[in-house]
């Protein structure tokens, strides 16, 4: 079985999974192979699921988290209605450039107008990728593309971004799209932060997002009170809840105002693909991760299916493009080892730049030494 995650900003999960197919046929044909791409709500989580259940991609014109018209794309499974949406799509950190990045700015309104055109095909179904936002907006900018006013202490409207939160006094949910009423959300995400404190949505992910550290406090307070605000309105507190933080509090406004479920992303991806029912016949496990480190036994996906298959006594390999400290704890969880893709000291661009090549030669490099394993058995 062949299921590695993305290696993001190099090579999709699909990609990665013809790669490593390609070796393991170029070395030996008569090995038999299964593909399933995996994804952990994040970057690539569209491609994984239109790969196992097949669908199409739909590209839209929409705002990104600046407010600028950009092509974006979604993954459609019309047998099923089921809309496959990723807030990096629209509302991403690869959309901007390092100088670009203005939390008190960026708004998650591009991701609504792709819900909004997800609802006008007739979707029943909309999982909502969270992973690798620019936003810290707690979602207001996806529910005012739906028809939500957020409004100030004196009734005026307020624009849904970053930096406005403290100053939302009211929500008026009357004109919100009432389709989303008749929709099952999945919120798909590998980030189960809270929205609030040290551990939430500001202190761990706003950094990245370009919070600055004398920021931090005047963005959690501004968050705070939003969450209590919503809190309020809803009568439901799921500041605490796994997943509140993801997303820059996406997820905590999903579960307020739509009950939306929240789901392990390589879990869903893995019971769209019937991983479990494929491991009846596989012998050996193939995955990859751009990165693998003691903080893989978090939510990642080689440990994901590590844990599966050390049920079933299948050994697990995993690549990676790098390899750090506590990887020992990966052991006990079923990943018997660990293959680097580069092949030496390389500069972080140049082993992206040639992500294909590396990967293709780390596979081969394995079936050497799996080969070579066969045959000192037979001696």
Known sequence: MIAPDSLKGSLSSTQASEIIHQAIKDFDSLIETVQIPM??????????????????????????????????????????????IETAAASGLPLLAPDELDPLLASSYGTG????????????VIILGLGGSATVD????????????????IHQPVSAVGG???????????????????????????????????????????????????????????MERFAVLVTELTGRNCIDEAGAGAAGGIGFLFRALLAAEFRSGFEMIAELSEMEKQL??????????????GQSLFGKVPVGIARLAKRRDIPVIAFAGSIGAGTEKLETEGVHAIMPIVEGPVLLAEAMANSKTLLYSAAMRLMKILNTGKQLKKR
Do not use: C
């Open 280 to 293: 009846e016949n596989t012998d050996l496990i193939l995955t990859a991760e751009g990165r693998i480190d």
């Open 164 to 222: 406005r939160l403290a100053n939302i006094a009211r929500i008026d949910l009357s004109g919100l799209d009432p389709r989303v009423k008749t929709v099952t959300f999945i919120m798909a995400s590998d980030v189960t932060n809270p929205l609030l404190g040290k551990d939430g949505a500001i202190h761990i992910f706003g950094p990245q997002k370009g919070v600055a550290e004398t920021q931090l406090a005047q963005f959690e307070e501004g």
């Open 39 to 84: 994804a952990d709500g994040g970057e690539g989580t569209v491609e994984a699921v239109l790969w196992n259940k097949g669908g199409e991609m739909i590209n839209r014109s929409v705002r990104d988290p600046l407010g600028r018209t950009i092509e974006a794309s979604y993954g459609w499974i019309e047998k099923e209605k089921m809309a496959i």
């Open 138 to 153: 707690a979602g207001t900018g996806i529910f005012e593309a739906l028809g939500v006013k957020f409004l100030n202490d």
């Open 113 to 124: 107008e792709l819900i909004k055109d997800a609802l006008d095909r007739g979707a029943a």
